[in-house]
């Protein structure tokens, strides 16, 4: 597949006109923009109309507004995006909506970056945006949020209907909403490529999504109305083309991206029931990727990562819908072929947008990884995997990409003009992250980000019967159908002891703790104060059945440890983690910063022998350079990576003058020996070294003379302190 030239690059792109037909569609008058102080609702709950949750899910989630999030970091950083959402007018928003329906503008100039009145992607920005503000409303409960959002929803409602009575041209289709005219869905069927085009279903999911958001998460009616009209236009276009012809307009690169149109459409029909939108759906079947991740035969390579990730959330939402296993097997396949294969250690994928080779981490460190999108799409194809299969391993990812690359997303200070958040971020040597992103796809999902930190924080089992605690952030759930309130006091990302507490309600529940897989350092729980004999396997689901009371306090324990993590490609090429959070080595060199640690190690075998502990928490320092957790977001320069350099064996000051050879996996005689690490007595250690310097000799990765060396070595040396 051609690579164009990065979207990102590109400003200003062409719109074209079409010849279409009418429509009649009524819409509500338009309210005043909302100003003013935000008052917040005296209800209960959000007022939602969440779709009917699957039959196929073991595991459902909370609504946004039942799970509210305490002190920290997340709320810091959520509380910037809601001054953010509060503040940015929402007639900014319309205008290129306005405009195109030959509406008034009100003066207001779009917003910019590729939301222009001339870019060939306008308008995705205001899908966005509705998604922010009912998610922030949903959180929040204040009244101007929800004016704001009605406000917007109507506008786009007055569109719709401009659109189809007075369109020049007018649409094929009533239903047609889109802050440019048809023509670009009309060329795409003409196999027209990006950048003369620029992936018109991409622009018309993220305003589907964004109404179905205004309707699930904030109630309003109108947005389903007009949804439901788009998904009737959609349905209208595609379901009259041949298999082939969709075939070949979903492989374009670019102009092909649709996003999550076929996602979107399914919880579409499953609000409406009408068999058109579940057809319309099934229209964005790209048949032979799907075919290939549902054989596991992994094609990825130099597809663009972000233009296909959503295509597998959608298959699961068909998979619901259809219980055609094919679109699950795929969904499932997929995830595997991404997560470790072609994850950077923030969690995030992708090399200037594409997908490289399985395994090519190290070979593609540089100023353009993880675009912030991809990651975005990542964790809510996790999320929908284990609603279907509650495997600790999509929770293990969804930590790590939440923590160290969403958090990290967004820059820490205020702005109530730009989201602030990031496109690519670099995993390269001495890079820095950039901000913005007003109008590009990343500034969207980049609002969206922010204002939904608590969604996957509590899950519960489909009988109610058991509660998932999956990550441990400072937060309070509230579970109006068993009468619980709990709350989790917590300092994450910071080390330190989490606590629930039973603040309301009571009865017999399992509480399934989440054991992280980097959890190596123990796992303690305890229940009013008394342990709990409970087996805690990293990697897994520790769970406490029992009848709860008023005032219950379970406190768990889990110690953080200094951790590497090797490039699957160049295992000296390592990053480094304290539990879950990514450190990185504040340096502007723009070369690999070359560490060493196995010479200061003793028996115990654990970095904290080689790095310091710095003056902040979760700060430390080793060869002269600071380390710092990832998740803080400025413009300092960084190493996420770096390359281990343990050239010669060598037992803390005793040295062998043995070089340090690696086998055909890459680890070195070093990295081998100190996996078995803590020895219990030097003794312990000695016969260690005896017994691998021996399966070095007979590999013929030293002489018989050099396995003598390396054991006398050992024999000599005092790894006690």
Known sequence: MSQAPSRRRVLKLAAGTAAVTPLVYTATPAQAAPTGPAAVEALAPATSAEPPTPSTWAVRPFALGQVTLGDGVFRRKRDLMLDYARSYPADRILAVFRANAGLDTRGARPPGGWETSDGNLRGHFGGHFLTLIAQAYADTREAALKT???????????????????????????????????????LLESYTTYPTIWA?????????????DAHTLAGNAQALTIASAMGDWVHSRLGRLPKTQLERMWSIYIAGEYGGMNEVLADLYALTGKQEHLAAARCFDNTALLDACAEDTDILNGRHANQHIPQFTGYLRLFDHTGEEEYAAAARNF?????DPRMYSLGGTGQGEMFRASGAVAATLDANNAETCATYNMLKLSRQLFFHEPDTAYMDYYERGLTNHILASRRDAPSTTSPEVTYFVGMGPGVVREYDNTGTCCGGTGMENHTKYQDSVYFRSADGDALYVNLYLASTLRWPERGLVIEQASTYPAEGVRTLTFREGGGRLDLKLRVPSWATGGFTVTVNGVRQRVEAVPGSYLTLSRDWRRGDRVRISAPYRLRMERALDDPAVQSLFYGPVLLVAQSGETTFRSFSFYRDFTLRGDLADAIEPGGRPLH?????????PFHIADDTRYHAYFRRSEPVVVFGATDSGVPNRARGDGLTFLDVLWAQAPFATSGRFVAAVRVLAGTWSSEGLFTPAERDRVVAAATRADLRR
Do not use: N
Request: glycine fraction near 10%; hydrophobic fraction near 40%; include cysteine.
């Open 200 to 212: 018109p279903y991409y622009t018309c999911h993220k305003i589907m999504r964004g109404l179905l």
């Open 148 to 186: 704001k959002l009605d406000y917007l929803v109507t506008v786009l409602g007055e569109c719709q209907r401009a659109l189809a009575e007075h369109g020049s041209p007018k649409p094929s289709h009533p239903g047609f909403l889109a802050a440019y005219p048809e023509t670009q869905f009309i």
């Open 335 to 339: 995830w595997g072929m991404v997560v």
């Open 620 to 628: 430390f320092t080793t060869h002269g350079l600071t380390l710092a």
